[in-house]
């Protein structure tokens, strides 16, 4: 009998079956004693019934395992038959010679079949490069070719190795050789079925090429291109003409404005013909759907004629062309259609129009690949408004750079019309007398900021570098001037105004007054709650959640606010003063409670549930290291919140507080945990008595409170 089934008769039989340790009585064993006689004979029983009803097969399994017996003395015998010879022998140095000699020319035949295989390969590769060179056609050449290179070229070590055999070597670079003939030939075949005119502003494209100096005639331009494709060189079959088509064709195409494109076709495409002509009636209108036009027309002469509309080769050829392309129409086109004027920048949304559609076209023609990563044309329009503000920088550079070059500095303060020199001290009270180009200086300072604070963040931010600059060239040129009362000591040491300092302070005095404005809103909207009494009845609870939405509604419309403008670290201070002051009176609210019914205890802590789960976001917004990508909170968000918010972890323990017994509370304040969570020990007493009722239990559990220290 198993082990588990003596221990479950144990448990069985004894009288407190949940502790196995428990003596048994004699009663107890005698049971225990009859229970496994009587399972002994019901197994002895099935045994003699298994082996009755299964007579015929247990015996003649007993016969085959006799069988094996004497089949095992039979062999065992014979082997020691067979060994009674070697056993007599008196010297076995003879067979192990015999058998050295034997595994010794099993070696030499295994090395001699290598050789003989490698000698074949070798005579093989010989006979196909050989093969390849003299084929007719450049597609068995090149296809010979690239069959040839995974046998010699080992891609995992991207070439040839020093310790391979010499005729590997040999035969590699035959290959290789092969390899530079065949697509020198194709290229120079590829360069004459497309001609170029010296002077610039044509091409021809011929189906066949006009011949070869050598006398020999060359193949069609989509052969020669598959061929070059096979043996992996297009991009060096197209480079020149790339270049060409560059120089010839799209430069005059897109640095002239009065030029056109002009296609001709032979009879069944055997000769095209591409033009730029010079056009006085044609001139490029302001959102450059005329230059792009002319670009759409070379492409699609290129993609048809010379590429044969085959899309890997067309993005074969934009890989050499767009980059230079798009360039050109930057420089030509659309740095200069930026505007001057920040009021015409409504105007500019014509050329983003015409330009998006211009690569949108390019894609449709596989031109341009459509995971939109090789845009740099929309990526330029889309940024008008840095570019723009780049300019603008740039001329108030210029202007500054210019009044402080034509300035006397020799004497400063002396001007007739000093009137206009008195200005008003930043931030200071006084007034004082200032040179002209300070004061024209600073206005364009003044221009610069007050242009940043009507832009967009992008723009303002290149307005006050700008602002920024003309500062520090005001300090690099103009010569330091002091009065004939000012300590000599002093003067080496003040050399500039730093205002950044000031403008901190400013911005920190600001931000305060934003802060306590958004706390005083706040503060506004829970005294709706009315303390978060009575929450059991109906109209007062509606009242409390409504006010707990407000507060919601008014913590994400700054979130919204703040995090997109202030640095992070700032954000994150501010949003956890303002959301400390938020959860700190709430809980105190729902403290002073004095009485609370069983539901009312219900309703409040579905208050908070409520204010935890509508405020995720801005709780996610302050969790550090979250790239975004995170929609919800983890234990460890939890934990980082707890430790930078402490009043949002004594918050969330009240909503826990409020749905425990009071021994359960009783247990956490003997623990710490409410301490660490920010409770005193008045206020769990009277959290206590405001919720169960008195009874020596409740006085039982104040008294432990009491007497345990925080």
Known sequence: MAADDVRELLLSTTADASDP???????????LIDRLRFCSDRLNASALSFAASNRGVLANALLRAASAADSSASLESSLDSALAPLASWPDLSDLRALADRLLAARRELAERQEHLAAASMIASLSSRLREARAAASPLDAAAAIAELKTLLIDLERSGSGQD???????LRSDWEQLVDELQVRLSKNVEECVDFAPEG???????TPKGHSDGSHGVELPVALQALEIIDALDYGMAKI????????LVPAISNIHVSVLVECGPEHTVSVLSVVHSEENKDNRDGSNLYSRIVDVIKFVC?????????WVQFFAKLTWPRISDLVITHFLSKAVPNEASKLIEFQDVVQSTTEFENKLRSMMFLLPDRKDGKLTQFVDDVEVHFAVRKRSEILVKARNILVQYDYDSPLESGDQGDSVVDLLFQPEKCFTSKSALLVMKLVHGALKDASLSSARVAKEFCFAARDVLLLYRAIVPVQYRADFPSDLQKQVVFVDLAPIFSQMADAILRRQIQLTVD????????????????????????????????????????????????????KSMCNVLGSVFSRITRDMLLIDDMAAEETLQLQGLIHLALENLSSLFLSLVENNDGSTKFLDHDAWIQLDGILPSLKKFRKLAELLDMSLKSITSCWESGDLVRCGFTSSE????????????PLRKECLGWIVRTPA
């Open 21 to 31: 340790s428990t003596p048994l009585s004699a009663p107890d064993l005698r049971l």
């Open 164 to 170: 391979d055999p010499v005729v590997f070597r040999l």
């Open 201 to 207: 502003g044509k091409v021809v494209v011929s189906a």
């Open 242 to 249: 790339a270049d060409s088509m560059m120089k010839h064709i």
């Open 684 to 695: 769990v007493q009277n959290f206590i008595k405001a919720i169960f009722a008195d009874s």
């Open 521 to 572: 809103t706040i503060s506004e909207a829970i005294d709706g709650a009315e303390g978060f009494q009575n929450t059991h009845q109906p109209q007062h609870y509606e009242s409390a959640k409504f006010s707990i939405e407000q507060v919601v509604f008014i913590l994400e419309k700054i979130r919204i606010m703040w995090e997109s403008i202030l640095p992070r670290s700032i954000y994150r």
């Open 304 to 312: 048809k004629f010379i590429c044969m509309e085959n899309s890997k």
